[in-house]
């Protein structure tokens, strides 16, 4: 089992930042990639960014050049930093873990929202 919680969810204006935590604690050495997923009113949960326990990264076009991952291995913890943020960035914020022995993982999700 792995646990994930989350912190550091809020409001913003447009073009503000805001700067997403993880920490995951639990069965952790199984952990592989962990990163965030989103989901606004009415739309489908989307992949917002990930990182391998590599350092391999991957992000949505929709936020590439304003958001970044970093990942702690020593703390098992993740980050998204999120810079130049837009209206349409407003969602519920989840992190998520997934485990090289399968199973994925949730946080319990933390609202951003980004006012215009």
């Known amino acids: 089992q792995v646990q994930l919680v989350e912190s550091g969810g809020g409001l913003v204006q447009t073009g503000g930042s805001l700067r997403l935590s993880c920490a995951a604690s639990g069965s952790i050495l199984t952990i592989y990639r962990m990163g965030w997923y989103r989901q606004a009113p009415g739309k489908q949960r989307e992949l917002v960014a990930a990182?391998?326990?590599?350092?391999?990264?991957n992000y949505a076009d929709s936020v590439k050049g304003r958001f970044t991952i970093s990942r702690d291995n020593a703390k098992n913890a993740v980050s998204l930093q999120m810079n130049s943020m837009k209206p349409e960035d407003t969602a519920v914020y989840y992190c998520?873990?997934?485990?090289?022995?399968?199973?994925?993982?949730w946080g319990q999700g933390t609202q951003v929202t980004v006012s215009s």
């Open positions: 990182i391998t326990s590599g350092g391999t990264t």
């Open positions: 998520y873990a997934d485990r090289s022995i399968g199973g994925t993982y």
